[in-house]
């Protein structure tokens, strides 16, 4: 029997190979009230067309450098799609794009999405993107596009992927890091709300071998299941960063702690030259790290090279503003402690002292 006559009376349709071109459209529809919120100077907040509009000259930037980051949520989107949890994680996504803009001293303009999936579900998918959207409005950019892409036999069952991309503009002279950044200059950090979104991989492991199910009480988190704490989303710093370098406070620069924790992030923001020296002592550190600590076993420095311990970013202020940093971030909701300060380097490039409290 040849394959014609294997083909239904009428023939095929990319529905019945599993793309369904209607449930994407509502989709567009659904989130389009999501999009609007999103509006500011230089966007509309309208999607739907071939491409996305920004008018930079309404932004009120007068010689603008624009800077671009893009990433993606990891396996922790794996913890949503187990437990349907989809709310949150579009705000991870924004975060781990607009975060890396703000330590170039770039205000993030715009964002774009892109939402992979083996059969779309409007209700989960309006979830991730009104979460996309919420992430926009707390880092002041605009939602100005995406796509979605329903691709059968890629995805398997509930699983999807997320990726964003933002853009961002800094006027020439204010970029970061600065180039008078020295030895002396003092080590503020601004605490995270947890995990964020690095070494899930790591932390899924951590929950097999502690046997607890998504939904059992999280041993470090009172009223919360294991899922909800673990899902807490990544903390978005724009507006409290770009209000302190508005205020002219002497902001040398700025580190944003993700994968490859204190160790590999910090020297990214660094001349040869200098080293950060780190207290550990003088870090908060959340209940969650001594949990992943004790019931992984792992080391110190281990923990040091895969989570934020507590810290989601990591200013370097000139000592005479240190004090009016921490007042002003502060004062902006976020929680903020001097931990150390740059020296001279001789050796490695982030050195510590003291110990975490785990």
Not at 68 to 95: P, S
Not at 119 to 131: H, N, R, Y
Not at 136 to 151: D, F, K, P, S, V
Request: with cysteine; net charge negative.
């Amino acid at each position: 029997m040849s394959d014609a006559q294997n083909l239904p009376p009428n023939g095929l349709s990319y529905k019945q190979a599993g793309v369904d071109i209607d449930a994407g459209n509502a989709l567009v529809e659904a989130i389009k009230p999501a999009v609007r919120s999103t509006r500011r100077p230089g966007a509309d907040g309208e999607i739907g067309g071939f491409g996305g509009l920004f008018d930079l000259k309404a932004a009120g930037f007068r010689d603008p450098v624009l800077v671009a980051a893009n990433d993606g949520v990891g396996t922790k989107l794996k913890i949503a799609i187990d437990t349907g949890r989809h709310d949150t994680i579009g705000q991870d996504l924004v975060a781990m794009c607009v975060n890396d803009l703000v330590v170039q001293g770039a205000e993030p303009l715009f964002f774009l999405d892109y939402f992979a999936t083996g059969k779309l579900d409007v209700t989960q998918g309006t979830a991730i993107v009104e979460g996309i959207a919420h992430g926009c409005r707390l880092a002041g950019c605009a939602l100005i596009g995406g796509e979605t892409a329903e691709m059968p036999g890629m995805y398997h069952g509930n699983d999807y992927d997320l990726a964003g991309f933002a853009v961002g503009a800094a006027e020439r002279d204010n970029l970061l890091p600065r180039k008078d950044i020295g030895a002396g200059d003092v080590l503020v950090a601004i605490a995270s709300s947890g995990v964020h979104s690095n070494g899930y991989s790591l932390v899924r492991k951590i929950v097999d071998i502690s046997g607890l199910a998504w939904d059992a009480p999280a041993p470090f988190a009172d009223g919360k299941t294991l899922a909800e704490a673990l899902l807490e989303p990544t903390r978005i710093y724009v507006k409290p960063l770009l209000a302190a370098l508005k205020d002219g406070l002497a902001i040398k620069a700025l580190a944003h702690i993700t994968g490859g924790g204190f160790i590999d992030n910090i020297p990214r923001v660094l001349p040869e030259h200098l080293a950060a020296d780190i207290d550990l002592a003088a870090v908060t550190v959340p209940a969650v790290f001594g949990w992943l600590s004790r019931t992984g076993g792992m080391e110190e420095r281990e923990m040091l090279r895969t989570f934020n311990c507590g810290v989601g970013m990591l200013v370097a202020v000139s000592p005479e503003d240190a004090d009016k940093l921490v007042e002003s971030l502060t004062a902006s909701g976020e929680i903020a402690s001097i931990v150390g300060q740059l020296a001279e380097r001789n050796g490695d490039a982030v050195t510590f002292r003291g110990k975490l409290a785990l």
